[in-house]
């Protein structure tokens, strides 16, 4: 992400991007080889070099990957930024929730406690 764009902005790149199960192995590789070409990608996976290019570039608008020319090369690695972002942002929304959900909890047992003092009608 060469731009400062809305959090929100970024994170939906970064859930778009992740969406396609190829674009996932393809960070996978990358994060477990450390540095890839679209070549060397190609090979591992069941898709064309073209194919892989395409993806790639998705994950690099996202800011999941950079390339890095060498010579004729142009070598990918995983930029874990975007990814920690995303992961920060649904750590706070599922924060959100058990908040929400404990809340219920208490009113719900609360209201259970007084139905159950009051007794029969």
């Known amino acids: 992400m060469t731009e400062e764009r809305p959090a929100a902005e970024a994170v939906g790149s970064v859930l778009g991007a992740l969406a396609d199960p190829t674009r996932r192995q ?3 590789l990358l994060a477990a080889q450390g540095r ?7 090979e591992r996976l069941p898709v064309s070099r073209q194919a892989v290019v395409k993806h790639l570039a998705v994950l690099d608008a996202a800011g999941l990957v950079s390339g890095i020319r060498a010579g004729r090369e142009v070598r990918y690695a ?19 929730w058990d908040r929400r959900l404990a ?11 007084e139905a159950r003092e009051a007794g029969p009608d």
């Not at 890839?36 to 190609?42: C, E, N, V």
């Not at 975007?82 to 599922?94: I, K, N």
């Open 26 to 28: 393809l960070l996978d």
């Open 36 to 42: 890839a070409t679209a070549t060397t990608l190609a």
């Open 78 to 96: 995983v930029q874990p930024a975007a990814l920690d972002a995303t992961a920060r942002w649904m750590t706070s929304l599922a924060a959100d």
């Open 103 to 113: 809340h219920i909890k208490r009113v719900a047992e609360s209201a259970e406690r």
